[in-house]
């Protein structure tokens, strides 16, 4: 089971923090990602990162701006977003599985997902 939260209302160059919980333990080999659907468009990929740290992923539209990580005391997967623009606005989903690298995009791939929570960012 996911439960992200950390979702909410922001002005254009501002930041939120996303954080992903998990019910159990992780494997290693599991892939964490983050993906997005905005009204009227398809879920997109946001990040990925392998349990275990050892591979790390962003979409060419969020380099540089948003951070995925692991926090091991709260057994979570977090997203850092900064410098949010209009365009980051959707629903942002958690998800998991055991899946090779290759796959970490495609999000009809992923076994586990979180309920979803809005980010809005106002221009």
């Known amino acids: 089971q996911l439960q992200a939260s950390g979702g909410g209302w922001v002005q254009a160059g501002g930041s939120l923090r996303l954080s992903c919980g998990t019910s159990g333990p992780i494997a290693s080999n599991y892939i964490m990602a983050w993906f997005r659907q905005a009204p009227g468009k398809e879920r997109e990929y946001v990040a990925a990162m392998r349990w275990s740290r050892s591979h790390i992923d962003y979409a060419d539209s969020v380099k540089g701006r948003f951070t995925i990580s692991r926090d091991n005391a709260k057994n979570t997967v977090d997203l850092q977003m900064n410098s949010l623009k209009p365009e980051d606005t959707a629903v942002y989903y958690c998800?998991?599985?055991?899946?090779?690298?290759?796959?970490?995009?495609?999000?009809?791939?992923?076994?586990?997902w979180g309920q979803g929570t809005q980010v809005t960012v106002s221009s």
């Open positions: 998800a998991a599985s055991p899946l090779i690298w290759g796959a970490r995009s495609q999000f009809d791939a992923f076994r586990y």
